[in-house]
């Protein structure tokens, strides 16, 4: 079992930044791959990046690719997710997401836990 909790989410100005992040605890944690999904609201969750367990290679989607960074901590236990230059229509439910091996990085029921999510609101 794996618990992960989301934090760092807020309200910021178009063109602003946030740093959300995600504690993960639980049996072999550091084993899984983590991802960033999203969901706005009258949308559905979509996938946002995606961090390897061994290799640490990285995935994004198109649509934040150039703008968010993910990472993860050197004990693998909590992962970052660093959006710069903001739009408000990265205005939604961030998720962190835990899932087993590296294949199907984007794909949602890959993923085997989730947390709680937390909000961000980027105005114009």
């Known amino acids: 079992q794996v618990q992960l909790v989301e934090s760092g989410g807020g309200l910021v100005q178009a063109g602003g930044s946030l740093r959300l992040s995600c504690a993960a605890s639980g049996r072999a944690v550091s084993s899984y791959s983590m991802g960033w999904f999203r969901q706005a609201p009258g949308k559905e969750r979509e996938f946002v990046a995606n961090?390897?367990?061994?290799?640490?290679?990285?995935y994004y989607a198109d649509s934040v690719k150039g703008r968010f960074t993910i990472s993860r901590d050197n004990t693998k236990t909590t992962v970052y997710l660093q959006m710069n230059s903001l739009k408000p229509e990265d205005t939604a439910v961030y998720y962190c997401?835990?899932?087993?091996?590296?294949?199907?990085?984007?794909?949602?029921?890959?993923?085997?836990?989730w947390g709680q999510g937390t909000q961000v609101t980027v105005s114009s």
């Open positions: 997401a835990a899932k087993r091996g590296a294949d199907r990085y984007n794909f949602l029921p890959e993923y085997a836990y």
């Open positions: 961090i390897g367990t061994i290799s640490g290679t990285t």
